[in-house]
């Protein structure tokens, strides 16, 4: 009787541990990119905050890029990629990029990684002046 009691107890600290384990989220953070564009100076600036961090609060790294392909990623090899914070747990990060080129069209997005994985921002997409002489 005594051994079906604890069998039972130990049984119903099992499946009360999975459920706990089961309802906490482990996955990438979610992002929100702000920017504003200096038309003048080729300048984009602006904010990335984490909206969600997907259970995780040690962000490994943040930063943005900007990209002339449509979703760029950190493996884009086209990316300009610029780490902003490493190993913080801030909620958000600045955003400031110099623009190579004018009379083009760029996508810039922010990211943060996690032990869960690379989180990304929406994407915005900055269409930059012509040239302009000074």
Known sequence: MKKNISTKVFSTIVILFL??????KFEPAELKLTVTYDY??????????????????????QGAMFSLYKEPTLVDKYAEIECFDTNVENT????????????????VRAYVKTNAGIGYSNIVEIRTSPSISK
């Open 19 to 24: 459920c706990i384990i089961n309802s906490c």
């Open 92 to 107: 958000s990060c600045e955003v400031l990029f110099k623009l190579p080129h004018y009379d083009t069209t760029f996508y």
């Open 40 to 61: 003048e100076d080729n300048i984009v600036s602006g904010n990335a905050t984490i909206t969600d961090n997907g259970g995780c609060t040690n962000f490994t790294e």
